[in-house]
T-cell receptor, first 113, second 114 residues
Framework: DAGVTQSPTHLIKTRGQQVTLRCSPKSGHDTVSWYQQALGQGPQFIFQ???????QRGNFPDRFSGHQFPNYSSELNVNALLLGDSALYLCASSLNLEENIQYFGAGTRLSVL | DQQVKQNSPSLSVQEGRISILNCDYTNSMFDYFLWYKKYPAEGPTFLIS?????DKNEDGRFTVFLNKSAKHLSLHIVPSQPGDSAVYFC?????????????FGKGTKLSVKP
């Protein structure tokens, strides 16, 4: 049973560039959430997708956008990268929209130079 | 302002003894609480959870206690093993009826010494 998978594992970009991160949820899960984890901090909620729509959003600017595909996989896009966007980006999936327990992937480490 | 606080950045325990990790929260509207364990270069792994209608939940060596009046929860690991060495995150959900938005503490690094 495949868990949550994310790609790529590491990424280096320069300021002003755009980046796309990808996530495949755990088998049987239809809800995907994205989190940003800065060094020494806990993960911070970016947004959640269900039925290909953004259902909830945390306190992140519009430069952060996402998408969910019919197969439940998801993408996180960040435009106009800033140095402060350097972080570990985690994808989590849950069985459905009502489920509290989320299962996380290993993350994508983004470095913005 | 942090809504979920883990005030101890680190904890060191001898193998075989009890590890107690603490977590405080500020918003009484949280209705579900979770503990995650994180090893370096891996994502957080779900450990155990508790609903606000309960005060205790047990799973093997792991027990979570919830004190709603004090807005405090704790994770007990008995007996502690060297493989338990990791960063432990407390998380809460349920604000505004939403389950998707987990709010995390900053984590406590547990070291279990042989």
């Amino acid at each position: 049973d495949a868990g949550v998978t994310q790609s790529p594992t590491h990424l280096i970009k320069t300021r002003g560039q755009q980046v796309t991160l990808r996530c495949s949820p755990k088998s049987g899960h239809d809800t995907v959430s994205w989190y940003q984890q800065a060094l020494g901090q806990g993960p911070q909620f970016i947004f959640q997708y269900y039925e290909e729509e953004e259902r909830q959003r945390g306190n992140f600017p519009d430069r952060f956008s996402g998408h969910q595909f019919p197969n439940y996989s998801s993408e996180l896009n960040v435009n106009a990268l800033l140095l402060g966007d350097s972080a570990l980006y985690l994808c989590a999936s849950s069985l459905n929209l009502e489920e509290n327990i989320q299962y996380f992937g290993a993350g994508t480490r983004l470095s913005v130079l | 302002d942090q809504q979920v606080k883990q005030n101890s950045p680190s904890l060191s325990v001898q193998e075989g003894r009890i590890s107690i990790l603490n977590c405080d929260y500020t918003n009484s509207m949280f209705d579900y609480f979770l503990w995650y364990k994180k090893y370096p270069a891996e994502g957080p792994t779900f450990l155990i959870s508790i609903s606000s209608i309960k005060d205790k939940n047990e799973d093997g060596r792991f027990t979570v206690f919830l004190n709603k009046s004090a807005k405090h929860l704790s994770l007990h690991i008995v007996p502690s093993q060297p493989g338990d060495s990791a960063v432990y995150f407390c998380a809460a959900s349920g604000l505004g009826g939403s389950q998707g938005n987990l709010i995390f503490g900053k984590g406590t690094k547990l070291s279990v010494k042989p």
